[in-house]
């Protein structure tokens, strides 16, 4: 799902040196957390980009905020609570329209399968309320 940027957002051609500016980075995954030192990666075209950042009482001016936890992308049989307390069904929808999609259980999106990106953009933050365990291989 694409963003279009913030109302108030500038093009980076008329940036300058001196100018104060917010810097928002979406749909970044942690990779490791060491102290105050954070790992993480950012899809790229071609591979993903690992950055480095600060977070913490030592860095007021940078905060991080979950807007899903480690457990998204969504599995087919997960249920998932959003911000208001709604919960959604995860369910296998047909492989041609993307596989897995979110159903509200209740109000009028109830019989709509969502795409988990356009629930997590709208909805968010996120988090599990039930997940199946994974059942092992048995030929392991």
Not at 11 to 39: C, E, F, H, S
Request: charged fraction near 25%.
């Amino acid at each position: 799902m694409t963003r279009r940027p913030a109302a108030d957002a500038v093009a980076p051609t008329t940036l300058q040196p001196g100018d104060v500016v917010d810097i928002t980075i979406r749909n970044a995954r942690i990779v490791d957390v060491t102290g105050d030192k954070v790992r993480y990666q950012t899809p790229a075209r071609d591979a993903p980009v690992v950055h480095i950042v600060h977070l913490g009482p030592d860095w007021p001016l940078v905060t991080a905020t979950r807007v899903a936890p480690a457990e998204w992308p969504p599995r087919a049989g997960d249920v998932w609570r959003d911000r208001s307390g709604g919960t959604w069904h995860a369910l296998q929808h047909l492989p041609k329209h993307g596989g897995v999609r979110l159903f509200a259980t209740t109000g009028s999106a109830q019989a709509v399968p969502w795409e988990p990106a356009r629930i997590l953009a709208d909805h968010g933050p996120m988090e599990i309320a039930f997940r199946e365990p994974q059942r092992k291989d048995p030929d392991e």
